[in-house]
C-alpha cells in the first residue's frame, strides 16, 4: 500500500482567507496540534510577504521533532533567502517556490514570456540546492490551466536544475477530477522516477476534494491540504475528508497516510477557536450534526444496526453519534429509551409518549437524547400519579 505524505498548509493558504490570520505563537500552537497528529510536512508561512510570517517559521522550526516544515517564496532569490534564514538549510525544510504554469498569468500578472519563467525556476533552484541540503520543490501555479507542454518543459527545466518535487496547483478550482488526473500522470512522466509529485486542490466549484483524490489515482506521491478545508475564497481540500477517505476506503485507493484521526476534531476545535469560526452544522466528518439524525427510519435502523446508516463511523474520530427527536422522528426512539429503562411495552404508553414527545412538536422544534428522556420522565410520573388516583378513586 502506497504511503501518502501530508503537507498541511493551514498556517499558510489557509490563514491567507479573510479573518483566518494568526499570530506567531498561535501559529506555533497549531504547529505543533498539527504534529500530533501526524501531519508529514507543516507549511509554516511566506517568510518574505511579512515579519509574522518569518517569525512564525523560526519558532516552529525550533519545535518541530516529527514533521518536517515548509515554506513558501516566489521564485525570487531574496524570498529565498529569507525561506532560509527562518527555515534553516537542513534537509526537514521544504523550500517551495511557485513558478506561473498558464499563458493568463504569465501575460497578465507577470508580464514575462515562458522561456523568461523557466529561466527563474532554473536560477532560483540552483541557488536553494547550492546554498541548503533542502527538499526543494517548484510549485506550478494554474497548472490546471496551462499548456502541458510548456508545463513539461518547465517541469524538466526544474528537476535538471535539482528540484526533489513538483507541485501542480489548481489555483483556481478550475480542473474536473478527470482533467487533474490526466495532469498528474503527464507531469509524472515528464518528471521521471525520483521526483516527488504534489497536488495542490482549491474548491472553488466543490471539487478539490475529488480532484486530490483523482491527484492520487494518476501518481501523487504528496497531497497538500488544510484543516477543515479552510483557504482561499471557497477553501482548499481538507486534510480530514483526505484521510478518512484513504482510510474507509484503501481496497480503492491502496494508499494511506500516518494521520491519526482520533485526534483531528479536537484540533479542528481549537483552531475554530483560534480563527473566530463557527463549525458547519452539515461539513462532513467536523460537522456538528456528522454523526446525528433525527429521521426515524434512519434511527430505527442505527439502533438495529449501525452499519445501516453508517459508512462513516465516528468512534473513529473521537464523536459520538447523536439521535435528536423532531417530527420526523418516529416510535422506535421511545421503545429504544423504555427498554433502557425497563419499562414493560404498552401500546398506549407508547402513543401517549409518541404524541407528545414527538408528533406535536413545532416544524423548527427539536429534542437531544437527554432531553428526550426529561421528557419521557415527566411523562412516565405523570401516568404513574394519574394510575395511583385512579386506584384511590
Known sequence: MKKISILDTTLRDGEQAPNNAMNPEKKLKMALRLEECGVDHIETGFPASSKFDYEATKLIRKEMSTSGIATFSRTLISDIQLSLESGGCEQNHTIQMVATGSDLHLKNKRNISREEAINEVIQSVHFAKNNSDCRIAVG????????????????????????????????????????????????????????????????????????????????????????????????????????????????????????????????????????????????????????????????????????????????????????FVSRHSGKSIIKYILQNKGVPECSRLLESLYVNCISSREESSCLSMTELENEIEKQLKYEKEIKILLEVA
Do not use: W
Not at 148 to 171: K, N, S, W, Y
Not at 199 to 224: F, K, P, R, S, Y
Not at 227 to 244: C, D, K, T, V
Open 140 to 323: 506550478i501555479e494554474d497548472a490546471s490551466r496551462g499548456d502541458f507542454q510548456f508545463m513539461g518543459e518547465l517541469t524538466e527545466a526544474a528537476v535538471m536544475a535539482g528540484a526533489h518535487q513538483i507541485i501542480l496547483a489548481d489555483t483556481t478550482g478550475y480542473a474536473t477530477p478527470l482533467e487533474f488526473k490526466k495532469l498528474i500522470q503527464f507531469i509524472k512522466l515528464k518528471a521521471g522516477e525520483g521526483v516527488s509529485i504534489s497536488t495542490h486542490c482549491h474548491n472553488d466549484l466543490g471539487l478539490a476534494h475529488a480532484n486530490t483524490l483523482a491527484g492520487i489515482e494518476g501518481g501523487a506521491d504528496e497531497v497538500q491540504v488544510t484543516l477543515g478545508g479552510i483557504g482561499e475564497r471557497a477553501g482548499n481540500a481538507s486534510l480530514e475528508m483526505i484521510a478518512s477517505t484513504l482510510y474507509f476506503k484503501p481496497d480503492y485507493y491502496r494508499a494511506s497516510t500516518n494521520i491519526k484521526l482520533e485526534k483531528l476534531y479536537k484540533v479542528y476545535q481549537e483552531l475554530c477557536s483560534k480563527i473566530d469560526q463557527n463549525i458547519p452544522r452539515n461539513q462532513p466528518i467536523f460537522g456538528t450534526y456528522a454523526f446525528s439524525t433525527a429521521a426515524g427510519i434512519h434511527q430505527q435502523g442505527v439502533l438495529a444496526n449501525p452499519d445501516t446508516y453508517e459508512f462513516v463511523k465516528p468512534d473513529v474520530f473521537n464523536r459520538e453519534r447523536e439521535f
